[in-house]
């Protein structure tokens, strides 16, 4: 089976996936049980997809403040439809404002 030399496998690729999609499984039921804090998964999510090229979907970074890497919850985070049929996401900690198309 021929390999590239170095270079990152499928089946790796598949792994980290697989990791981020654990960790943001992780952020729902932190707050009943802490397995990892909520800005521990944040750091890790994006350590992984930095390093094994994974670009994270929409529905994953709206899940987070890119810039204070802090996790929305309902208390920090301002949602809004635009007319245009964005939607506005404003992280309260920090002030950052996202657009998303839906
Ligand atoms: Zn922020």
């Keep these: ?3 590239g030399r ?8 598949k792994l980290a996936r697989e990791r981020i999609e654990k960790l943001f499984s992780f952020l729902h039921y932190n707050r ?4 990892i804090s909520p ?10 997809s930095k390093r094994y090229n994974q670009r994270l979907s929409g529905k994953d970074k709206s ?3 890119r ?6 919850t309902a208390s920090n985070v301002r949602f809004r439809i635009s007319n ?19």
């Design 1 to 3: 089976m021929p390999r």
């Design 6 to 13: 170095g270079r990152r496998t499928k089946f790796q690729e």
């Design 32 to 35: 009943r049980s802490t397995i």
């Design 39 to 48: 800005d521990k998964c944040v750091k890790l999510v994006k350590l992984i």
């Design 63 to 65: 899940k987070f403040c």
């Design 67 to 72: 810039k204070c890497d802090s996790v929305f």
């Design 84 to 102: 245009k049929g964005w939607r506005t996401v404003t992280c309260l900690s920090c002030g950052e404002i996202y657009r998303f198309q839906i």
